[in-house]
């Protein structure tokens, strides 16, 4: 099955994280909290704005991405769990590989 979303709509993945501290400590599921991070997976064409016009989205799919805690609708797709949001919900794009500061010697 293929779902494209509507408008502006744009369908995330959760990018989980690490199941242990930097100093070893195993967190079980119970105290880990959702991951704010995520893959977007598909795109919508874009919103109509007042005059008509459509105006593309700025995130396409592939791209990481912060979104709020609350954001969006959890959806559960061929197996996969996924959420559904507004374009407007993401809250930036995460750009390179790693998103960890660098320690300067």
Not at 22 to 48: F, H, L, N, W, Y
């Amino acid at each position: 099955m293929h779902f494209r979303p509507l408008h502006d709509r744009v369908v995330v993945r959760r990018i989980e994280s690490e199941e242990k501290t930097s100093g070893g400590i195993i967190i079980p599921d119970t105290a880990k909290e959702k991951p704010q991070e995520g893959e977007v997976i598909a795109v919508g064409p874009g919103a109509r704005g007042e005059d008509g016009k459509l105006h593309p989205l700025d995130v396409k799919a592939g791209d990481r991405v912060l979104f709020g805690k609350w954001s969006g609708t959890e959806v559960k797709l061929d197996g996969q769990e996924l959420i559904i949001m507004k374009e407007s919900d993401i809250m930036g794009i995460i750009e390179g590989k790693s998103s960890k500061a660098k320690k300067v010697a």
